[in-house]
């Protein structure tokens, strides 16, 4: 059975840092994709970041918004995504969803499995 599971989230200030890990099982990283995603109250769900699978060379893709500052990663060993979170804004609170479409490349379609989501809040 595929299943996500988020953690990491939680109340950081403006400028701080998280990472936020992934726990998939019922499927390999090596063979699909898996992203990012969050969703902020009134706002729409935007794509964050993802990580293809290895047998596609595990290319990374953020969004322009955290470009720079957040940096997708994955332990191929231990089915595990990570991301890490830089320098983070106020616009960044949203819960956080690790998802796959299990296809081996990213994409914007087709997320048929999340986890729970984990709660990232920045704020002073």
């Known amino acids: 059975q595929v299943q996500l599971v988020e953690s990491g989230g939680g109340l950081v200030q403006p400028g701080g840092s998280l990472r936020l890990s992934c726990a998939a099982s019922?499927?390999?990283?090596?063979?699909?994709?898996i992203g990012w995603l969050r969703q902020a109250p009134g706002k729409e769900r935007q794509g964050v970041s993802c990580?293809?699978?290895?047998?596609?060379?595990?290319?990374?893709r953020h969004a322009n918004s955290v470009k720079g500052r957040f940096t997708i990663s994955k332990d191929n060993a231990k089915n595990m995504v990570y991301l890490q979170m830089n320098d983070l804004k106020p616009d960044d609170t949203a819960v956080y969803y690790c998802?796959?479409?299990?296809?081996?490349?990213?994409?914007?379609?087709?997320?048929?499995?999340w986890g729970q989501g984990t709660q990232v809040t920045v704020s002073s």
């Open positions: 998802a796959t479409a299990l296809a081996p490349a990213c994409t914007t379609y087709g997320f048929d499995y």
């Open positions: 990580i293809s699978s290895t047998s596609t060379g595990g290319t990374t």
């Open positions: 019922g499927f390999s990283l090596d063979d699909y994709a």
